[in-house]
């Protein structure tokens, strides 16, 4: 078996890489990041023939599962081992027409191709990694029996005592008993499965013939009911054509009927369009004349605008002359004072309101009787806090009391202005109502009396009314020319609508008159030959039926024609097929010859069950033979691994023992029973070795283990194999590695540093 290429997706660091390999050695020098650890994982994932083991290592940041696509040579063929997360199982296919699809049936396709335990032995022997040698130094092959030799060769080695003891057992037989027996049970199955074919053959003939009966008897039935529904269809389409003559000439009647009603409306409405067009023509007179009139309502809008005008301008004078007059009545002898004067007394009164508000004394009474009067109301507490002044009234006696002399002065100039205008409120109204005069004597336009301007005003109001009783009678006449207007309008759309309704049975009279020219000549044209060929006994069973009830009559005659003819046609083809199948009548001669084989076959099936019981009772016999069929393998091994060892150390050592009897030892005995002899007779046990030598023994021993499950070369997968040689070591290595490319291993290298 040889490498030749590996692709890989999504798997570990190696997302989307592609590895070739050639036969012979091959050195992969990268650095440690490459992946070249990741690369013989992938290799040992794929054999593993497990696709679940891909899915927890799939590249970092990808969601897809990693799939593996490995290809190698078996002898002249090529083949094709596909892994993916994906699927549930492995494939594998073949140039030589190999598809499987399971792990089992690869495995045992392997085993056929001579390499048995395939995933044990590439796992335990063929991968060699740095970490191998270290730990081969201390415990020598004891990882690599336990994987292979433990868990799966002891059941080839039992199988194969048993394969050699029958051959050895079976005198004139030349094969195998099991080998015999399957091949007996195989041919077995295959009559029972001819034997099967012949009985459904020769049940499917008989089942054939009776279908082919009912076919024929059904055919016959559908051809007759055929040929009857076709001579009724040929009768009804005679009496189709004998009734449809008979409606065209009632048709043709009935039209001539319609042609003359519709000439007769076609004068009617002509005599009406001439009515409508008169009358038209007098409505548009009539409404020239009130338009011409109604022209003159420019003018008389523009006269009323001006009036309104001037109506609004009286209105606004007489209201700021009547209000001028109810100021002056309302001020009296006030009317002549000058407001802003007014104003000034005003503020002052304001600001001693002011200072009266911010200045407060206090009154202490220390005697006084009932009489006593503060503002104006009966003594009640001895101390009285007031604010700007206090009015104190007792018996004939009045007092004004200021808490600040300059309220005392500036109330002598507000007394009066108290008497005139009572509060400053007062006084405020009457300054904005001399205003309000003063505005309203400086906007008069005229000097004209009340009664002068209501004169203007009414007068002003007559003259609207008038216009208005004229523009009433242009807005009437207005009207009737609008109604007018509407009435063209409406006359004018009735026109058109005779007119087209003119038009309308004017081409209807033309179609009608069409119709009847093409009536007559279908009638003319129609073929006559019904007349002889419809039966006396047609006309009679259909007596009395409209066209249309022998129209949808013939229909269904014909639809149902139409189905039983498909039905024919596919009774037809059934008929043929059945007959070709009962024209294959089944071998019966085969059917018994095939029964005798069967029977042969049981008997000795039978012998092979009284066999297998002889067998079983010289298992005694299997037992003994087994110890030597052991040592034997010992023996091959011990001369393989001297072979190999050997040649490693340029001859060195001519000899390496394992003092065991059997392969199958326990981890105890195998790292403290490995013996070398070297050239000059010394013999060295294996903890006496250097670690180099050691590691040169362990190499040996996994070539000498290998050749002895594969029967064919294979290869060898080693990362970082010559860490711990020194230089001479590693080139007599090397040249081992040449020499088993020559023997036809396939030697694959992965190393951080170049091989000289």
Do not use: C
């Amino acid at each position: 078996m040889k490498l030749r290429q590996i692709s890989f997706r999504n798997y570990k660091i190696l997302s989307d890489h592609e590895f070739s390999f050639e036969p012979g050695l091959k050195v992969i020098t990268k650095p440690n990041e490459y992946g070249k650890s990741t690369l013989i994982e992938g290799i040992l994932d794929v054999f593993s023939l497990n696709p679940k083991a891909l899915l927890e290592k799939t590249t970092k940041g990808q969601k897809v599962p990693p799939v593996i696509k490995l290809k190698f040579d078996i002898g002249e063929h090529r083949y094709e081992l596909k892994l993916s997360g994906l699927e549930p199982r492995p494939y594998l296919r073949g140039s030589d027409g190999v598809d499987l699809e399971s792990p089992e049936s690869i495995k045992k396709f392997l085993e056929k191709k001579g390499y048995k335990h395939f995933r044990q032995v590439l796992e335990g022997l063929l991968v060699l990694r740095e970490r191998d040698l270290s730990t081969a130094v201390k415990s020598g092959l004891q990882e690599v029996f336990d994987q292979v030799l433990k868990s799966a060769s002891i059941e080839g080695l039992e199988k194969k005592i048993k394969d050699d003891f029958i051959l050895q057992r079976g005198g004139l037989r030349q094969n195998p008993f099991g080998r015999l027996e399957q091949e007996t049970l195989e041919k077995l199955e295959e009559i029972n499965d001819k034997l099967a074919l012949l009985e459904k053959e020769k049940k499917d003939f008989e089942e054939n013939k009776k279908k082919l009966e009912v076919i024929k008897e059904k055919l016959e039935k559908f051809l007759a009911k055929h040929k009857e529904l076709t001579l009724q269809k040929e009768q009804l389409g005679y009496l189709q054509a004998y009734l449809e003559i008979e409606h065209l000439e009632n048709k043709i009647k009935r039209l001539r009927e319609e042609e003359k009603a519709l000439v007769t409306k076609i004068e009617k409405l002509a005599r009406e369009r001439e009515t409508l067009k008169k009358k038209i023509e007098d409505l548009r007179e009539e409404e020239k004349k009130l338009l011409s009139e109604v022209a003159q309502s420019e003018n008389i809008e523009k006269e009323k605008k001006l009036l309104e005008d001037r109506q609004k301008q009286l209105k606004k004078e007489l209201e700021r002359k009547e209000e001028y007059q109810k100021l002056i009545k309302a001020l009296g002898p006030l009317a002549t004072q000058n407001p802003e004067k007014l104003q000034d007394y005003l503020n002052e009164w304001q600001a001693f309101l002011k200072i009266a508000r911010h200045s407060r004394g206090k009154l202490e009474v220390l005697k006084a009787k009932d009489n006593l009067l503060i503002n104006g109301k009966k003594f009640s507490a001895r101390e009285v806090e007031f604010q700007g002044k206090i009015n104190i009234k007792y018996n004939d006696l009045e007092l004004n009391i200021y808490p600040q002399v300059k309220l005392a002065e500036l109330s002598k100039n507000i007394a009066p202005l108290e008497k005139a205008f009572s509060t400053p409120e007062n006084l405020k109204q009457i300054i904005q109502n001399l205003r309000k005069l003063k505005q309203i004597e400086s906007s008069l336009e005229s000097t004209e009396d009340l009664p002068s301007l209501k004169e203007k005003l009414r007068k002003t109001q007559k003259d609207l009314e008038s216009l208005a009783e004229r523009q009433n009678k242009v807005s009437q006449k207005k009207n009737q020319a609008k109604e007018l207007g509407q009435q063209i309008k409406t006359f004018e759309k009735k026109l058109r609508e005779l007119e087209k309704k003119y038009l309308a049975l004017r081409e209807g009279l033309a179609a009608k008159k069409q119709e009847i020219k093409n009536l007559e000549t279908k009638i003319k044209e129609y073929p006559r030959d019904f007349e002889e060929k419809l039966s006396l006994k047609t006309i009679r069973t259909y007596e009395g039926e409209s066209l249309e009830r022998i129209t949808r009559l013939l229909n269904q005659v014909s639809t149902e024609l139409e189905s039983l003819q498909q039905d024919i046609t596919l009774l037809e083809r059934d008929k043929t097929l059945y007959e070709d199948r009962v024209a294959r009548k089944p071998d019966l001669n085969r059917y018994e010859e095939l029964l005798e084989k069967k029977k042969a076959l049981e008997r000795k099936l039978l012998r092979f069950k009284r066999l297998e019981v002889v067998l079983r009772a010289s298992a005694d016999i299997l037992s003994q033979l087994k110890e030597r069929i052991n040592q034997a393998y010992l023996e091959k091994f011990e001369e393989k691994v001297t072979q190999i060892f050997g040649e490693i150390t340029d001859g060195r050592y001519t000899s390496v023992s394992f003092n065991f009897p059997s392969l199958f030892f326990d981890k105890e005995a195998f790292q403290k029973r490995w013996k070398v002899k070297r050239e000059d007779g010394r013999v060295f046990h294996i903890d006496s070795l250097s670690d180099g030598t050691r590691v040169q023994l362990l190499l040996a021993a996994r070539l000498a283990l290998v050749e002895l499950f594969f029967n064919d070369k294979a290869f060898f997968l080693l990362d970082e194999p010559l860490a711990y040689f020194d230089q001479k070591r590693a080139r007599r290595t090397l040249n081992i590695f040449n020499s088993l490319t020559k023997a036809g291993w396939q030697i694959i290298i992965m190393s951080a540093r170049p091989l000289s």
